[in-house]
């Protein structure tokens, strides 16, 4: 199978583990930082889009406040990504600049990728940033998450940011430059994959409990971390980000292992709308907001006739003409109440109506699946 290159993806997250930015005693590598900003700019020169997940915020914390990795408690890690994340995000900001992109700083607990009232909050703030091609710095909000919903690694939350943003690329670099059958410090034999069309069982348990110093993550959260993307039609990259310009490397032919996602992101989104069973409401829309959807566009108020049910933000409603003919289903952008007042409105009277500027739109176009005309 052909291994793909990075420059066939469009939007991309880019993982950076703690190993990789941060030695044993705490320090930035600030070249190596500067020297993935510059991939960065040049990707977005190219016309890609770019988010980083970062992690290294306990790591350079840990140096600041005196904390020894093995004694320390949850608090005490806590504590030290507190510290660690101001440096941590300044240096992203620095280098970038240089190129003059813009970064901004984005803390996220797993609750605001599974609730999707915050999910759309996240989803429509990362949106604007990437309009303006600003980067996006990811980390964990380590002050609130508790020892039992806590990301615990940044694999997993850069998956669920891919997935978030609907990304087609998820890039994790870490120590090592693939997948591969067992553990390479530890066995000669072990064999590189270049390229994983399906991810089983066997290979779950052949990534282990593969741990570095410094970070948190394994191969077994790397593993899981592209389960979760390709599954959401995001491939998942595994490269070594342990030279200068590991995207550049990448791009010109570096070894790394590609999971190769099932499907596009739209079509996983929309399969999952699809299969949604708990519908809490309905929107009623005229011919005019008909075919706008049949064009390709976002639910505007202003198509909106009526609405029925009891949803929130974030729910699932039913999308139907006023015959009753459902036309399909979306994650509403306004509760009930909220809708109600505005329906039949243009985008600027949602102020006037609502106290408040609110939202131009009633559901999303990437969070609305159509029905084939017979259902
Ligand atoms: N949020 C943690 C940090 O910034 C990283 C978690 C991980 O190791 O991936 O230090």
Redesign the pocket.
């Given at each position: 199978m052909a291994i793909p290159a990075l420059s066939d993806y469009q939007r991309l997250v880019v993982k950076v583990?703690?190993s990789l930015l941060v030695d044993a005693a705490g320090r930035l590598n600030r070249e190596w930082l500067a020297s993935l900003a510059q991939d960065v700019s040049a990707l977005q020169q190219e016309g890609h889009e770019v988010l980083i997940v970062?992690?290294?915020?306990?790591?350079i914390g840990s140096a600041v406040l005196g904390i020894s990795k093995a004694r320390a408690r949850l608090p005490d890690l806590q504590a030290a990504?507190a510290a660690?994340?101001v440096q941590?995000v300044h240096a992203y900001q620095e280098v970038l600049g240089r190129h003059g992109i813009a970064a901004a700083q984005i803390l996220l607990t797993p609750e605001d990728t599974e609730n999707r009232r915050r999910f759309l909050n996240a989803r429509g703030t990362l949106a604007r940033l990437m309009e303006r091609a600003v980067i996006p710095i990811i980390?964990?909000n380590?002050t609130v998450a508790t020892e039992e919903i806590r990301?615990?690694?940044?694999?997993r939350?850069a998956a669920r940011v891919a997935q978030l943003v609907m990304a087609d690329a998820l890039v994790l670099l870490s120590d090592v430059d693939g997948f591969y059958t067992a553990d390479p410090g530890k066995e000669p034999g072990a064999q590189h994959i270049p390229v994983v069309a399906r991810i089983t069982t066997e290979m779950e348990s052949m990534a282990g409990e593969t741990r570095s110093d410094i970070?948190?993550?394994g191969m077994a959260t790397k593993v899981q971390a592209a389960r979760i993307a390709t599954h959401a039609g995001c491939s998942t990259i595994i490269a070594s980000g342990a030279i200068e310009h590991p995207l550049n490397a990448l791009q010109t032919g570096a070894r790394c292992t590609v999971f190769t996602a099932e499907g596009t992101p739209a079509a996983a989104r929309k399969q999952w709308l699809a299969g949604v069973l708990e519908v809490r409401g309905t929107m009623v829309v005229d011919d005019g907001a008909m075919r706008a959807l049949q064009g390709g566009n976002s639910l505007l108020p202003v198509g909106v006739v009526r609405v029925a049910g009891a949803f929130n933000r974030g729910d699932v409603v039913a999308i139907s003409r006023p015959d009753g003919k459902e036309l399909g289903r979306g994650l509403a952008e306004y509760s009930a109440s909220e809708a109600s007042q505005i329906c039949g409105c243009r985008s600027e009277q949602i102020e006037d109506k609502l106290g408040y500027r609110g939202r131009s739109v009633m559901v999303h176009r990437d969070e609305l699946v159509l029905f084939d005309n017979d259902r």
């Amino acid at each position: 199978m052909a291994i793909p290159a990075l420059s066939d993806y469009q939007r991309l997250v880019v993982k950076v583990g703690s190993s990789l930015l941060v030695d044993a005693a705490g320090r930035l590598n600030r070249e190596w930082l500067a020297s993935l900003a510059q991939d960065v700019s040049a990707l977005q020169q190219e016309g890609h889009e770019v988010l980083i997940v970062s992690s290294g915020a306990i790591a350079i914390g840990s140096a600041v406040l005196g904390i020894s990795k093995a004694r320390a408690r949850l608090p005490d890690l806590q504590a030290a990504a507190a510290a660690g994340q101001v440096q941590l995000v300044h240096a992203y900001q620095e280098v970038l600049g240089r190129h003059g992109i813009a970064a901004a700083q984005i803390l996220l607990t797993p609750e605001d990728t599974e609730n999707r009232r915050r999910f759309l909050n996240a989803r429509g703030t990362l949106a604007r940033l990437m309009e303006r091609a600003v980067i996006p710095i990811i980390n964990e909000n380590d002050t609130v998450a508790t020892e039992e919903i806590r990301y615990g690694d940044n694999d997993r939350l850069a998956a669920r940011v891919a997935q978030l943003v609907m990304a087609d690329a998820l890039v994790l670099l870490s120590d090592v430059d693939g997948f591969y059958t067992a553990d390479p410090g530890k066995e000669p034999g072990a064999q590189h994959i270049p390229v994983v069309a399906r991810i089983t069982t066997e290979m779950e348990s052949m990534a282990g409990e593969t741990r570095s110093d410094i970070g948190s993550g394994g191969m077994a959260t790397k593993v899981q971390a592209a389960r979760i993307a390709t599954h959401a039609g995001c491939s998942t990259i595994i490269a070594s980000g342990a030279i200068e310009h590991p995207l550049n490397a990448l791009q010109t032919g570096a070894r790394c292992t590609v999971f190769t996602a099932e499907g596009t992101p739209a079509a996983a989104r929309k399969q999952w709308l699809a299969g949604v069973l708990e519908v809490r409401g309905t929107m009623v829309v005229d011919d005019g907001a008909m075919r706008a959807l049949q064009g390709g566009n976002s639910l505007l108020p202003v198509g909106v006739v009526r609405v029925a049910g009891a949803f929130n933000r974030g729910d699932v409603v039913a999308i139907s003409r006023p015959d009753g003919k459902e036309l399909g289903r979306g994650l509403a952008e306004y509760s009930a109440s909220e809708a109600s007042q505005i329906c039949g409105c243009r985008s600027e009277q949602i102020e006037d109506k609502l106290g408040y500027r609110g939202r131009s739109v009633m559901v999303h176009r990437d969070e609305l699946v159509l029905f084939d005309n017979d259902r």
